[in-house]
C-alpha cells in the first residue's frame, strides 16, 4: 500500500524548533514533488512549503519564511520540514504531500497525503 508515514510531530514552547518527517513506503518518492500543508481549527489549510526535483529553489509561504526549512533525503526516500522559531500562531495539524506537481496542485489534485500530525506551540 502506498503511504507517506510523518512523525516528529509535538508540543513546543514558543522559540522553539521541531523537524517533521515524511518517509514514503511502496513508491520512490524522489522524481515527486513534495508539499508540506498544515491546518489549524477553524482555518482552512494551508500549503506552507514545497520542494520539487525540477527546481531547486523551494517555496515557503510568507508565514514560514526565515524559520522553516523544506529537505529531502533520497537515499532515506524521506523528506524533512525543519521548523524553527516556532510560534503559536504555528499550532496546527501538519500534513506531508506528494504528487507530480504538488507545488502547484489544488489539494483535490494531489493524490498522496500523510496522515498529519499535530504541531503545537504554548507556553
Known amino acids: 500500500q502506498v503511504k507517506l508515514v510523518e512523525s516528529g510531530g509535538g508540543s513546543v514552547q514558543p522559540g522553539g524548533s521541531l523537524k517533521l518527517s515524511c518517509a514514503a513506503t511502496?513508491?520512490?518518492?524522489?522524481?515527486?514533488?513534495v508539499a508540506w500543508f498544515r491546518q489549524a481549527p477553524g482555518n482552512e489549510r494551508e500549503r506552507v512549503s514545497c520542494i520539487s526535483p525540477r527546481d531547486p529553489t523551494p517555496y515557503y509561504s510568507d508565514s514560514v519564511k526565515g524559520r522553516f526549512t523544506i529537505s529531502r533525503d533520497n537515499a532515506k526516500n524521506t523528506a524533512y520540514l525543519q521548523m524553527d522559531g516556532l510560534k503559536p500562531e504555528d499550532t496546527a495539524v501538519y500534513y506531508c504531500t506528494a504528487d507530480a506537481y504538488a507545488c502547484s496542485s489544488t489539494e483535490d489534485e494531489i493524490v498522496y497525503w500523510g496522515q498529519g500530525t499535530q504541531v503545537t506551540v504554548s507556553s
Open positions: 511502496s513508491f520512490t518518492l524522489a522524481p515527486y514533488e
